[in-house]
């Protein structure tokens, strides 16, 4: 949620406040005082004259003492607890695959997989690839036989981040400050190059070793750089 009350706009700032209380219908004086002494949006007088104004313009309900969300800003409502119920499953899938892998990099016997992105990651890299979506992940090119891997990912700047390995070329390219400044001088990788490979492991488990093993054999020869 952006805690960012947004004070200039009734309904955002009704639809803020609902996040937060997550009830069907709540009694005015209820919500007078969630909204002053729980939430400290606005004193009690200002509280109310809020609650009057968003009944006035239909977006509250009033039934007797009780207000209620109009239908619109409730399935406004309900699309954004949907989209953060998918985006925490979201997490919760990639945090599995991910304790999997680790449990699998400490085990004596681990995948070839697991041996070969070991050699690049350390545990703390392979927490925080969990933090970033699969949705952030773009590929715009996957192709062993040219032995070409491109891909966007969306971060916080407003320009979208790039990964490009080449085999070929034996060049690895990314563009995020982590990389540039600390990974690639030691030829070791980023969150965003982890969570690609995990991506690609999914997709194609087989795709994934082989990029790997040719970044790992010759690695000497390989250029990290942006």
Known sequence: MNFAI???????????????????????????????????ILPPERAN?????????KLLIKDNNFVRLSEELDQRLKNWQKK?????????STAKKVNHLKNDIDKKHSSKFSILINAFVDKGTLNRSVTISDAAFEFLEHDRS??????????????SYFIEIDTNKKIL????????????QNKKFCK????????????????AEFFLNQLAEEIDK????N
């Open 192 to 207: 965003h190059i982890t969570k690609l490979f995990l991506l690609l492991k999914e997709k194609n488990h087989d795709s």
């Open 84 to 92: 953060r119920e998918n985006e925490i499953l979201g997490k919760i």
């Open 222 to 225: 390989w250029e990290f750089t």
């Open 146 to 159: 040219k032995g070409l891997i491109t891909s966007k990912v969306t971060g916080t700047k407003e320009e």
């Open 6 to 40: 947004p004070r200039n706009d009734n309904s955002e700032m009704l639809l803020y406040i609902w996040k937060i209380i997550d009830l069907p219908f709540i009694l005015i004086e209820d919500l007078i005082y969630r909204i002053a002494f729980d939430l400290f």
């Open 173 to 184: 390219r990314h563009n995020c400050h982590d990389f540039e400044e600390r990974r690639a």
């Open 49 to 57: 004259y809020f609650i009057i104004n968003c009944i006035k313009n």
